[in-house]
């Protein structure tokens, strides 16, 4: 099968207007009688179900939340990407583009992540007028930053709480759409399949947490935007709630998953304290830019971080990247602390972590400056560690965070079965092997807002002809009735181990095997551990409770036999790639000094794997690059 | 609407009552001078006040202010009781709050008692004649001034007439702050100069009030 | 580590429930007070019980699902955090710890500690947003937005909808809830067209949905996780009294 991007024809300048001046229109008395489920309510969910149902379509929109307002688009910290070019320092949209394409190591399209750049402008004006409280300047206009990977100011930010903020907006234009009676929003509902019928993607299969009930619904197109999936490795930035159930369902009964191993790691949140630890809290990475980083140069140190002196440390950034120090890219950061950590050089109680030290700063620039530069941050790790970093250094460790992939799509952002669209981070389209700092809420918003809108008219301008399905369809039945054994299936076993005790070991075999640096035999021996896994889950796991009623056991239980196979998959597209790209890193592909070798004669495509039976199938999307050239990253 | 309304009611009647009660204190001011002159000035302001049609308006809107205070009040307990049907088995609630402000309706039961027993002592024997008949002084003013001292020589009434002046410190102290945010106040340094003002209204009133009775008892 | 939870046991919003105590030890001062929920509940799965129903996400006190009263205070004993950001470390070893859910009526429980916070979101349905349609937005620095505007707008728009502020107050009012997003629409210019009938829309559905009035103790600027400020009631109800007057 030959994937079709459906790319259009033209100047990458040209190209998404060519698009739009020749998709499909739908008058607007049509629109009214065309369905659409949006499942999920984040940014990009919820973004598209109110623009959807403001151009007229009747819309449907699901969460696993209590509220909309819940989604994990609202805790991205720093800010969000747009050419402005406000600063008049050289921006363009042209520029962020090439930033994208090149922080994402050239393993994404030309096509879409220009026009990701090309959205960003008017995003800023949208969210603007929607009420989002930006940070300005005296004088009233709008400030930027600048963040990793890039040169301009191009950041727009609202304090530390971006995501929050522009989450919010979403959530209030929702509000207003539900309010107008065109939005149907069912919080506290989880997706649980989906419904192909004669090829097209026709519904969605649910259950109520609150009564368990399994309960069917119908649209004429269903969209996708459940988030990332990188709580497969238990320990993550993610809310605990997040999950790949959706996209993996979708991906069973066909749809492709695009490069499900690209997963970006970050190198500055709070190390696990625990066994028991749930979730890896992030420290912006800002505090980069003046904290140090170090390990003791001894091996097993057992001193205190303030009694090992100057000579005992090994500032190992800055050893080993002398322009770029501390501030080396999050992929690079990360590896470097995992590789002093293995080595045995970690430091905490559970030797996971890596010092953050803020002592120098401090005495070249004064408490006060710092204070005043990352106070707030500071506050929150004395709230969560309750240490003191103005006079101890932090600890850190690098944690899982962003999926840069997901389900493989187009141009238009429907996936391989045609009236499924995956929008925002559960689609693998313009972040390549890494995602650059400030793009996701940007990806997010612009799919949601600016390019389904703008695409979905295409796929339904064919199906107001078709006739319309309910859910009293066969087909409905069947989808229900699978799920409802498979959830018996899983009360049924009743073994002798909790969920989270599964959770915990396919998170170390993922973490220790398929996370910032990747081997062929360590890959292949976390294919077998997760099989093994996978095996002992389906004969050992104990579930309480029943099905027909509020059952947060079996919710997890449910997530977590998806993300076993959804690692199976991922391992399997680590070993396969073999090559050294962005956030994959494969040890047998580097320099001598460590540093990675991409190989574009080989791997320049997009790998988009087939379900087939319990097996795996490669599919590739060559990706040509037209209008650029790849060239190699370097920060030394 | 009643979120609002009733609110607002219950503040605007109380800051007319808390201007009320500057004026009640300064004549009271009077019964701690020397008798032979406390005497005279007392009973012919009581007088002036009796019988100034002026002042019965504002008699009136006095007694109107103290209904609708206490009926509003009412109101918005059982509106809040009702939004609260469940109470926590432990509430820690002074770490978050302060007592009065968490038990208005409690002290504002304490001041109804007070303004019932208060309006028996002197309004129902002076305008009502009910009681002990009340004579007049030489200028031939109603003799208020002997209700009073007879009533603060008498140990239980100093005790009762003391002691309450508590709560009522409690409650105007929270009140008058609480009056400016229902009204919409919201400077923020303007909230804290009331809450500073309110504070030192509140300690003049139940201190001034409250000391009166035992130093006519001791003088 | 070792403490006792006492807490609320509630199958279903219609039966009574009532108090239940669990011994829990093996726990460690770093761990989160959730994680030594989840702790519990790997004990009760194991014992063939069901588990305790509780909600949370994020786990970094942002998205506001968590929340619990815990010991007497909501989110726990320290003021302005979510109960997702408090560890065992403020407890006592060997401390018996008093678990109930959020009592508002409009608050029904669902189930043990999970309760039905909804009425939050019909609240800023009927006008918590600018109705502006996708697409029609003028450049962004066109309108200027002075800093303290703009930085007070963000002060209210901070609140992350836990519900605290209900939970906390003894008379169950949403005020500093639906003041906080009132006043954050209200501030901005792009909120002012529909200034008075948001004010008048929203303040009416939150006494439609049962909360109690606000007699300013305070108690909810405390527990606020974002640390919103009651002064922004008082220009909640200055806004109304405006919307009253003026339209």
Redesign the interface.
């Known amino acids: 099968m030959k994937l079709d991007t459906k790319i259009p024809q033209g100047k990458l300048e040209e190209k998404w207007r060519n698009y739009q001046v020749k998709s499909k229109l739908i008058n607007p008395a049509n629109k009214k009688k065309l369905n659409v489920i949006v499942v999920g309510s984040g940014l990009s969910g919820a973004?598209a179900a109110?623009?959807l149902a403001?151009l007229g379509y009747d819309v449907q929109c699901f969460c696993y939340?209590?509220?909309?307002?819940?989604?994990?688009s609202?805790?991205a910290q720093g800010g969000i990407n747009a050419a402005?070019n406000?600063q008049h320092d050289g921006d363009s949209v042209w520029r962020m583009f090439y930033d994208t394409l090149k922080g994402g190591d050239f393993r994404s399209r030309e096509a879409n992540t220009y026009r990701l750049a090309e959205l960003s402008a008017?995003l800023?004006?949208?969210f603007?007028?929607?009420?989002v409280?930006?940070?300005?300047?005296?004088?009233?206009?709008?400030v930027n930053r600048s963040f990793g990977g890039v040169q301009v100011q191009r950041t727009f930010y609202?304090?530390g709480?971006t995501g929050?903020?522009l989450l919010?907006a979403a959530?209030?234009?929702l509000?207003?759409m539900?309010?107008a009676k065109k939005v149907s929003?069912f919080?506290r509902k989880e997706m649980l399949d989906l419904v192909v019928i004669d090829g097209k993607a026709k519904g969605i299969i649910v259950r109520d947490l609150?009564s368990g009930d399994i309960q069917r619904y119908a649209a004429d197109t269903v969209v996708l935007a459940t988030g990332g999936y990188s709580r497969v490795f238990r320990l993550s930035?993610m809310?605990?709630?997040c999950n790949g159930s959706a996209i993996w369902k979708a991906h069973k009964k066909g749809a492709f998953f695009a490069a499900p191993s690209f997963t970006q790691i970050h190198p500055t949140a709070l190390p696990q304290?625990?066994e028991?630890?749930?979730?890896l809290?992030?420290m912006s990475e800002s505090l980069r830019n003046d904290g140090r980083i170090w390990v003791p140069l001894k091996k097993g140190d057992s001193r205190k971080a303030n009694e090992i002196p100057e000579e005992e440390r090994d500032y190992y950034l800055e050893r080993r990247y002398p322009s770029f120090g501390n501030l080396a890219p999050r992929d690079i950061a990360s590896r470097a602390a995992k590789e002093r950590i293995d080595a045995g050089y970690g430091v905490g109680?559970l030797k996971n972590a890596v010092y953050l030290d803020f002592k120098h700063a401090i005495k070249q620039f004064g408490l006060e400056t710092i204070k005043d530069r990352y106070g707030n941050l500071f506050t929150m790790y004395q709230?969560?560690?309750?240490v003191d970093a103005y006079t101890k250094p932090m600890q850190i460790s690098p944690a899982a965070h962003f999926s840069m992939g997901g389900l493989w799509v187009d141009y238009e952002l429907m996936t391989t079965i045609p009236g499924l669209y995956a929008i925002g981070e559960c689609n693998f389209s313009d972040h390549g092997a890494n995602r650059l700092g400030a793009n996701s809420l940007l990806q997010a918003s612009v799919d949601g807002?600016?390019i389904l809108?703008n695409t979905i008219n295409n796929y339904l301008a064919s199906e107001i002809k078709e006739t319309t399905v309910d859910t009293d369809h066969p087909a409905f039945f069947e989808v229900e009735k699978e799920v409802k054994e498979y959830i018996q299936q899983i009360l049924s076993i009743d073994g002798?181990k909790?969920?989270?005790?599964f959770h915990r070991e396919l998170g170390k075999v993922m973490w220790q095997e398929c996370a910032m640096s990747r081997n062929k035999t360590g890959l292949e021996k976390a294919i077998t551990q997760i099989n093994k896994i996978k095996e002992s889950f389906w004969s050992d796991v104990?579930?309480?409770?029943h099905s027909l009623?509020?059952n947060?056991?079996l919710e997890k239980a449910l997530r977590l036999a998806d993300f076993i196979e959804l690692g199976l998959l991922m391992c399997t597209d680590a070993l396969e790639r073999e090559e050294s790209c962005g956030a994959h890193f494969r040890e047998e592909y580097q320099t001598a000094d460590g540093e990675a070798v991409r190989l574009d004669d080989q791997y320049a495509y997009v790998s988009a794997w087939e379900y087939s039976n319990g097996d795996f199938k490669l599919h590739k999307e060559e990706l040509e690059f037209e209008f650029v050239k790849p060239t190699v990253r370097s920060y030394k | 609407m009643e979120l609002f309304f009733r609110k607002s009611m219950i503040a605007v009647t109380g800051l007319f009552l808390c201007l009320f009660l500057i004026v009640h204190l300064s004549a009271n001011c009077i019964l701690l001078l020397p008798e032979e002159v406390a005497r005279g000035l007392y009973n012919s302001y009581s007088t002036t006040l009796r019988e100034n049609p002026l002042i019965k308006i504002v008699a009136y809107a006095l007694y109107l202010s103290i209904l609708l205070h206490v009926v509003y009040a009412l109101l918005v307990s059982l509106r809040n009781k009702k939004a609260k049907p469940t109470k926590y088995a432990v509430n820690r609630s002074s770490e978050n709050s302060t007592w009065a402000s968490q038990n208005m309706g409690l002290l504002g039961a304490f001041i109804l008692l007070f303004i019932v027993v208060h309006l028996a002592n002197f309004w129902a024997r002076i305008k009502l004649g009910m009681g002990d008949v009340v004579g007049t002084d030489a200028l031939g003013n109603v003799d208020v001034y002997a209700v009073t001292s007879s009533l603060f020589h008498n140990i239980y009434y100093v005790i009762f007439y003391s002691f309450l002046m508590i709560p009522l410190g409690f409650h105007l102290h929270h009140g008058l702050k609480s009056a400016f945010k229902t009204l919409g106040f919201y400077h923020k340094a303007g909230l804290r100069l009331v809450a500073k003002i309110a504070l030192i209204y509140a300690v003049i009133m139940s201190v001034g009030f409250g000391i009166i009775p035992l130093i006519v008892y001791f003088k | 580590m070792k403490v006792a939870f006492r807490i609320w046991r509630q199958d279903n919003p219609n039966e009574k429930g009532g108090f239940k105590e669990y011994q829990v030890d093996n726990l460690n001062a770093d761990m989160s007070f959730l994680e030594a929920l989840d702790h519990l509940n790997e004990l009760l799965v194991l014992r063939n019980e069901k588990v305790v129903a509780f909600e949370y996400d994020c786990r970094e006190g942002i998205c506001g699902q968590c929340g619990v009263f815990i010991n007497g205070r909501a989110h726990g004993p320290h003021d302005n955090v979510t109960t997702c950001q408090l560890h065992m470390r403020s407890f006592q070893d060997g401390e018996t710890i008093v678990i109930e859910p959020w009592r508002a009526k409009s608050f029904p429980v669902i189930k043990d500690l999970i309760v039905d916070r909804s009425a939050f979101d019909r609240i800023i349905e009927q006008g918590g947003y600018i109705s502006a349609k996708t697409g029609t937005a003028p450049e962004a620095n066109a309108i200027p937005i002075g800093k303290e505007i703009s930085d007070r707008a963000m002060d209210a728009a901070a609140c992350i909808g836990c519900g605290a502020c209900v939970a906390t107050c003894k008379n169950s009012s949403a005020a500093l809830f639906t003041s906080a997003k009132i006043n954050h629409l209200n501030l901005l210019p792009q909120g002012q067209p529909e200034a008075y009938r948001r004010v008048i829309e929203m303040t009416a559905q939150m006494a439609k949905e049962g909360f109690g009035h606000c007699t300013f103790t305070g108690a909810c600027e405390v527990e606020c996780p974002e640390g919103i400020s009651i002064t922004n009631i008082a220009e909640m109800n200055a806004r109304y009294f405006k919307a009253k007057i003026f339209s």
Do not use: C, W
């Open positions: 973004g109110a623009t403001e939340q209590d509220s909309a307002r819940r989604a994990h609202v805790a402005k406000y008017p800023i004006d949208h603007t007028q929607q009420g409280p930006f940070a300005r300047e005296y004088g009233g206009v709008l609202a304090r709480q929050k903020q919010l959530y209030s234009q509000s207003k539900i309010r929003m919080p609150v930035t809310a605990i709630g304290s625990s028991a630890q749930s979730k809290t992030l109680r709230k969560i560690t309750g807002y600016f809108p002798n909790t969920v989270d005790h104990k579930v309480t409770g009623e509020l947060t056991e």
